[in-house]
């Protein structure tokens, strides 16, 4: 099995900064991508960020230029780095990691639990 734990959230007022961090552990074979999605209260969950290997670091629009993702490929981990930070960012966060198990096996998405981020104005 895969385990994801992310950690970081909490409360800033706005303009202010977070660093949020998600662990991947267990039995994983290779890494294909890590992402930070996040779920605002009656919204559908989104994409914020995404590193790959063959791709880069991707960013939907509202977070580019004040969100920063990162990888630790020897650790398993992956970062988000959120600053001048708005009452729009309040959500839960997920970090999502698709990786393969074993050599021949196929690609799975694997989630954390979610770490809440609340701006307040």
């Known amino acids: 099995q895969v385990q994801v734990v992310e950690s970081g959230g909490g409360l800033v007022q706005a303009g202010g900064s977070l660093r949020l961090s998600c662990a991947a552990s267990?039995?994983?074979?290779?890494?294909?991508?890590m992402s930070w999605y996040r779920q605002a209260p009656g919204k559908q969950r989104e994409l914020v960020a995404s590193i790959s290997t063959f791709s880069g670091a991707n960013y939907t629009d509202s977070v580019k230029g004040r969100f920063t993702i990162s990888r630790d490929n020897a650790r398993n981990k992956v970062y988000l780095q959120m600053s001048s930070l708005i009452p729009e960012d309040t959500a839960v966060y997920y970090c999502?990691?698709?990786?393969?198990?074993?050599?021949?096996?196929?690609?799975?998405?694997?989630w954390g639990q979610g770490t809440q981020v609340t701006i307040s104005s």
């Open positions: 267990g039995s994983i074979y290779r890494i294909t991508a």
């Open positions: 999502n990691v698709r990786a393969r198990r074993h050599i021949r096996d196929p690609q799975n998405d694997y």
